[in-house]
């Protein structure tokens, strides 16, 4: 393990998920004085027991920017895996801060509260100044999401989006809207139907190099017992490749994109969707060039409005939103449960070994790739968490373990607000509940599954449809008079008592089945 060192006026810290080269932290530093710092460490890839590809994508982009970085001349200190013996990154921040002694040690704001308080310990301890930069990489700081929420009953997504996108400039014409309308929601909300989506443009894939096929033999070899797959491996690890998926998406699915991204089809693990929210989240990709190619695609006439701004809202809107509450709310957030929901992960999200068409085949693809677009998050495999009723944080856990792209100021708010409706409606104003009846029209999942989702008591009820009259009925006091869901529960009082007490029973026999 070379150091590199030399005399170390900053120590510049580059973590797994901040391999922008455009970063404040390269702001007025020289290659001769300053030593860029980067650490593989093993407890980032246990403290959840994170999917083989998950590990593989960070530490592949990691070496590739060390790489880019030795052949622009930077001094990079680069501890591999196998290369010391510490679990915890602060521990080998620490050991390193007290050994090189740097006039300071800085680094642009950590994705995870774990994290950043970890280094403010490790610096505090070897007694070392530390620096913590602003994030450039987003187009909305922490500090101007806190200013824009200050004062405000609710903090929601459309009027953050919509300031966003006046200030700036983007999908704006003459002050207004482009197209007349901030969202064309109710235009992309289509399914296939039984036809199915026909002949869909695979994604550009990048089979591994000699540098990824190392960390893969590495991250097997280290990690055998962790979930998930390496077989189809080929997601982008550098900023090249990165735009190269952005040009392929905006060429080929872009245009349809919208109308179909809640779409679901079995053996069609992307349809129309991007794959490009792991080298957002990794800063391959800066999300300014991805949603100006959308908009050029727009005004270009190469996609409609209702797709360029679908994407839009979920880069430039959404994945900012969850940010700021993230940090908004602080580390408590991840401890909230609005629902008082406190069973048990069911066994079957780590192996996908489940008699439920929908629940098979979204986590057996999580499982072989690492991913799953977000309608597969919110309406399969989130949902049936939330209608079973499992511990909020259980659930955190398994998506920052099992999806390529999960960091936590990205995650826990997807995840604990908008799936589990753990905060209470801070972020989505309403749970998002429904029965097997949503999946069956917006997929064919349903088809040659065991279970009806017409059923919601017998042999063949399909225990989405069971668990969400029971969710009703569990919550009735909570939810009945939501403005959002009156249908519901006036569904719910029309169904006869002893149906509601048989579905009740059926309920709580699946959930004790799932626990044990």
């Not at 991007?274 to 080298?279: E, G, K, Q, T, V």
């Not at 936590?408 to 905060?423: F, K």
Request: charged share 25%.
């Amino acid at each position: 393990m070379s150091t590199d060192a030399g005399q170390v006026r900053r120590l510049l810290l580059v973590l797994g998920d901040q391999l922008n080269r455009d970063s404040a932290l390269f702001d007025g530093a020289d290659p001769a004085q300053d030593l860029v710092w980067m650490c593989e460490a093993p407890g980032e890839a246990t403290h959840v027991p994170s999917h083989k590809a998950r590990t593989v994508l960070f530490l592949a982009a990691m070496r590739h920017c060390r790489d880019a970085l030795r052949a622009d001349g930077w001094r990079v200190r680069y501890l591999a895996l196998d290369d010391h013996e510490h679990a915890e990154l602060d521990a080998a921040l620490e050991a390193d801060l007290r050994l090189l002694a740097p006039a300071r040690v800085e680094v642009v704001q950590p994705g995870e509260h774990r994290v950043l308080a970890g280094i403010e310990r490790a610096a505090a301890a070897a007694g070392v100044p530390l620096a913590v930069l602003e994030d450039r990489h987003f187009l909305c700081s922490i500090g101007d999401f806190d200013r824009w929420a200050k004062g405000r009953r609710e903090l929601r997504l459309e009027y953050f989006y919509r300031f966003l996108r006046k200030r700036h400039d983007l999908l704006m014409d003459d002050g207004g809207p482009v197209g007349g309308a901030w969202n064309f929601d109710k235009d992309n909300r289509r399914s296939f139907g039984k036809r199915g989506p026909g002949l869909v443009p695979r994604p550009a894939g990048f089979p591994p190099d000699a540098t990824t096929r190392a960390v893969m033999a590495l991250v097997e070899r280290r990690f055998p017992d962790a979930p998930g797959r390496l077989d189809d491996f080929d997601w982008p690890v550098t900023p090249a490749q990165a735009a190269a998926a952005l040009k392929d998406f905006v060429a080929h699915r872009l245009a349809a994109f919208g109308p179909y991204q809640d779409a679901l089809w079995s053996g069609e693990p992307y349809l129309y969707h991007a794959r490009l929210s792991a080298a957002l989240n990794l800063k391959l990709l800066d999300p300014r060039r991805a949603i100006d190619a959308a908009i050029s695609a727009y005004r270009s006439g190469s996609a409609p409005i209702a797709s360029a701004e679908g994407f839009v809202r979920q880069v430039l809107g959404w994945r900012e939103y969850v940010r700021g509450i993230y940090w908004r709310e602080g580390p408590g957030y991840l401890a909230r449960n609005a629902l008082a929901a406190h069973a048990p992960l069911p066994a079957f999200y780590w192996t996908g070994e489940t008699d439920c068409a929908c629940l098979r085949a979204s986590i057996g693809q999580v499982l072989a790739l690492g991913y799953g677009h977000h309608i597969q998050r919110l309406m399969v495999t989130g949902l049936f968490a939330l209608l079973l009723g499992v511990e909020p944080r259980q659930v955190h856990a398994w998506y920052l373990a099992m999806f390529v792209d999960a960091v936590e100021w990205v995650e826990a708010p997807n995840t604990l607000g908008m799936s589990q409706y753990a905060d209470g409606g801070l972020l989505a104003s309403k749970p998002y509940a429904a029965s097997g009846a949503y999946i069956r029209r917006m997929s064919n999942y349903c088809d040659g599954c065991r279970y009806d989702p017409k059923q919601a008591v017998g042999a063949a009820a399909c225990p989405f449809t069971t668990l969400f009259w029971d969710f009703l009925a569990r919550h009735r006091e909570r939810f009945a008079r939501h403005p959002r869901m009156p249908l519901m529960w006036r569904s719910l009082e029309r169904l006869p008592p002893e149906r509601v007490v048989a579905i009740q029973a059926q309920a709580s026999t699946l959930r004790a089945a799932l626990a044990g």
